[in-house]
């Protein structure tokens, strides 16, 4: 059952199997010795400061990151400078993956807010995977999840309203938030209404005025950064009883 604790943030140094996000990553399947294999390969720099890049579009390939507390935006640039949103990454989640065809990364991975991550360096992993069926199916689950959710999200928010679109986006942090054993009913957010908007193909002007009138008709309250839900199956019923997932797709930007 998840608790009523709100998502903060821990630089703590834990083991692959101490750690309490093991069941969203890599380690999900693997025994208590495979964990230990698997967390001989990985590294764990300092924390990254609020708006720092773990890399940009461009960078070679080395490595994939996993998020381990803060949160990381993906974003490309387009001919004419401007930022396109293509994801938020919670603890737990992966970062990096949109490297591993052509050996460069195709987007920017910059930090919300002060965000300490574990690096897997792509190619130690391949051959430890190649020794762990486990390792190795996990691994191959998280890369088809990916691609899934880019499909899903083309599909959903391209025939979604405004409305439906932040409803669907709010369920779906919630949804996060729970499968981390925190509250679905509250958390903080990390990244900006411009942001959302962006990421949700709506002008930032259109997002404010539909939290505005998500709190007037009762489902939320939002303060700042702090979310709380107060008519989640109706939030949910207004996305279309779904939500979709992060991904490296992002709409068209509309008024």
Known sequence: MASDKIISISNIKVACGDCSLKSLCLPLGLN??????LDQIIKRPRPLQREQFLYR?????RSIYVVRSGSIKTYTT???????????HLPGEIVGLDGVSVDIYS???QALEMTSICQVPFNRLE??????P?????????MSKELLADHEVLLQLGKMSAEERLAAF???LSNRSAQRGYSPHEFNISMTRTDIGNYLGLAVETISRQFTHFQEVGLLEAARK???????PKLRSLAGGEAPCESNSNPKVQA
């Open 32 to 37: 208590r010795e495979e964990m230990h294999r």
């Open 57 to 61: 579009a461009g960078d070679t390939f």
């Open 78 to 88: 387009t001919k004419s400078g401007e930022q396109q949103i293509t994801g938020f």
């Open 107 to 109: 987007c920017n991975a």
């Open 127 to 132: 051959e430890l995977a190649s020794s762990l």
């Open 134 to 142: 486990g390792l190795q199916h996990q691994l191959h689950r998280l």
């Open 170 to 172: 709010l369920v779906n």
């Open 226 to 232: 702090h979310i709380r839900i107060i008519d989640l």
